[in-house]
């Protein structure tokens, strides 16, 4: 049997005012995710363990089976997988935001979505002006990028930039969480107010402030860590070949070290207008080389950030119509059996605009499989499902199980 997971991050939420009290997947129509839920079993999972910030890092990592406590070593180093950066002993690695300050507020943490091109031309810009020896900038996609830094440690206390928008930005400075950190967050916070010195001028933000953008004037610094310690999927759960489809570092660093294939989509962009076919006909022919595919959609996030519901109920329907849908439509024919599982990685609220550490739906559906009586999949429905509240590699453990074990 073949595996897939499609992941809509940040797909869960809370009841909006605007939606009628309902969640964005309440109110969205979906009915394939809807079919799937009632053929197969669901429940909720626990994706952020108690002590850990509710980052797509943590979450992401928990989705797939592993131990927090012994893996995890922050963000940056697994963006830096999937740039090919390699970590020599002693670097720390931090993710590095291209964001928008405005007066005292940190605007948003994307820069206004800056592109890859312009964002580019920044970080080039940077390593120029305030890169050294023991500090180098690399870039990303659009405003995601990396900071690698030797010899810094990673007792920090950093705030990551989508949990406060629209709040003034100092009080959320890099902190040393023990004194031996000091120097390394008086450096982080200094190349953070120098960028807010040199950026602004750039020919990238004069033309966007031109064109009516959020200028990206100032970089944010945050989730250090250094080479993480991590098994593959097929030294842990026996997975004899894996695949990993995503726009966004974070995700295929994870499956660089999970000893997942990286199968990159043209157009694939993170945000609403992401290439949702594209990605679909990749897992399709992921699947048929693969017996285990990992489908990452950053969409949702994006528009739960935002704060825009009605977006986020498009981003919805369309991860249904466009992934889910075509998918299922394609390998439901097939003569060897394909188990999808559907969920997100973490609830982004869009009141809030930030990540909650709340259980997540998800739904099985295996062929051949007893069906647990739920009909639609969504946040208050799976609560009725066979699974409850699972917790640790229990979900990972169940989608891969088979009749045979």
């Given at each position: 049997?073949?595996?897939?997971?499609?992941?809509?991050?940040?797909m869960a939420d809370e009841p909006v005012r605007s939606l009628g009290g309902r969640t964005?997947?309440?109110?969205?129509?979906?009915?394939?995710?809807?079919?799937?839920?009632?053929?197969?079993?669901?429940?909720?999972?626990?994706?952020?363990?108690?002590?850990?910030?509710?980052?797509?890092?943590?979450?992401?990592?928990?989705?797939?089976?592993?131990?927090?406590?012994?893996?995890?070593?922050?963000?940056?180093?697994?963006?830096?997988?999937?740039?090919?950066?390699?970590l020599q002993e002693g670097e720390l690695a931090l993710r590095c935001n291209l964001v928008?300050?405005?007066?005292?507020?940190?605007?948003?943490?994307?820069?206004?979505?800056?592109?890859?091109?312009?964002?580019?031309?920044?970080?080039?810009?940077?390593?120029?002006?305030?890169?050294?020896?023991?500090?180098?900038?690399?870039?990303?996609?659009?405003?995601?990028?990396?900071?690698?830094?030797?010899?810094?440690?990673?007792?920090?206390?950093?705030?990551?930039?989508?949990?406060?928008?629209?709040?003034?930005?100092?009080?959320?400075?890099?902190?040393?969480a023990h004194p031996g950190a000091r120097q390394t967050a008086e450096e982080l916070n200094?190349?953070?107010?120098?960028?807010?010195?040199?950026?602004?001028?750039?020919?990238?933000?004069?033309?966007?402030?031109?064109?009516?953008?959020?200028?990206?004037?100032?970089?944010?610094?945050?989730?250090?860590?250094?080479?993480?310690?991590?098994?593959?999927?097929?030294?842990?759960?026996?997975?004899?070949?894996?695949?990993?489809?995503?726009?966004?570092?974070?995700?295929?660093?994870?499956?660089?070290?999970?000893?997942?294939?990286?199968?990159?989509?043209?157009?694939?962009?993170?945000?609403?207008?992401?290439?949702?076919?594209?990605?679909?006909?990749?897992?399709?022919?992921?699947?048929?080389?693969?017996?285990?595919?990992?489908?990452?959609?950053?969409?949702?996030?994006?528009?739960?950030?935002?704060?825009?519901?009605?977006?986020?109920?498009?981003?919805?329907?369309?991860?249904?119509?466009?992934?889910?849908?075509?998918?299922?439509?394609?390998?439901?024919?097939?003569?060897?059996?394909?188990?999808?599982?559907?969920?997100?990685?973490?609830?982004?609220?869009?009141?809030?605009?930030?990540?909650?550490?709340?259980?997540?739906?998800?739904?099985?559906?295996?062929?051949?499989?007893?069906?647990?009586?739920?009909?639609?999949?969504?946040?208050?429905?799976?609560?009725?499902?066979?699974?409850?509240?699972?917790?640790?590699?229990?979900?990972?453990?169940?989608?891969?199980?088979?009749?045979?074990?």
């Open positions: 049997m073949k595996h897939l997971i499609i992941l809509g991050d940040g964005p997947l309440q109110y969205a129509h979906t009915p394939f995710m809807d079919h799937l839920a009632r053929h197969g079993v669901t429940g909720r999972l626990q994706t952020v363990p108690a002590g850990f910030h509710p980052g797509s890092e943590v979450a992401n990592l928990a989705v797939l089976g592993y131990d927090l406590t012994r893996v995890y070593e922050g963000r940056g180093v697994l963006e830096a997988a999937s740039m090919g950066v390699a928008c300050i405005e007066g005292e507020n940190l605007k948003n943490h994307s820069a206004g979505h800056i592109s890859n091109d312009e964002a580019a031309a920044l970080i080039a810009f940077l390593n120029d002006e305030a890169g050294s020896r023991q500090t180098r900038f690399h870039a990303g996609v659009s405003y995601r990028h990396l900071l690698v830094m030797a010899g810094g440690d990673k007792r920090l206390d950093c705030t990551p930039p989508h949990d406060i928008p629209m709040q003034p930005f100092r009080p959320a400075l890099t902190k040393a200094r190349l953070v107010m120098l960028s807010q010195d040199i950026l602004p001028a750039h020919p990238v933000n004069r033309r966007r402030r031109a064109e009516g953008k959020d200028p990206a004037n100032s970089i944010w610094c945050w989730s250090p860590g250094f080479r993480p310690a991590m098994r593959t999927m097929k030294d842990l759960y026996a997975v004899k070949s894996g695949a990993v489809i995503s726009a966004v570092d974070l995700i295929r660093g994870i499956g660089v070290y999970a000893g997942l294939d990286v199968v990159m989509v043209d157009g694939a962009t993170g945000l609403y207008d992401t290439n949702y076919e594209g990605k679909a006909r990749a897992a399709i022919e992921a699947l048929k080389t693969h017996d285990f595919v990992y489908l990452h959609v950053e969409a949702s996030d994006e528009a739960g950030h935002e704060g825009n519901a009605r977006l986020k109920v498009r981003t919805i329907e369309d991860l249904d119509r466009r992934i889910v849908g075509a998918i299922y439509e394609t390998v439901r024919t097939w003569r060897e059996p394909v188990a999808i599982a559907v969920l997100p990685d973490h609830p982004t609220p869009c009141a809030l605009r930030t990540h909650t550490a709340d259980p997540v739906p998800f739904l099985i559906c295996k062929p051949g499989q007893a069906a647990d009586g739920v009909d639609r999949y969504d946040e208050y429905s799976v609560a009725k499902g066979r699974f409850g509240i699972l917790h640790g590699n229990h979900f990972i453990t169940e989608f891969l199980k088979t009749e045979e074990s």
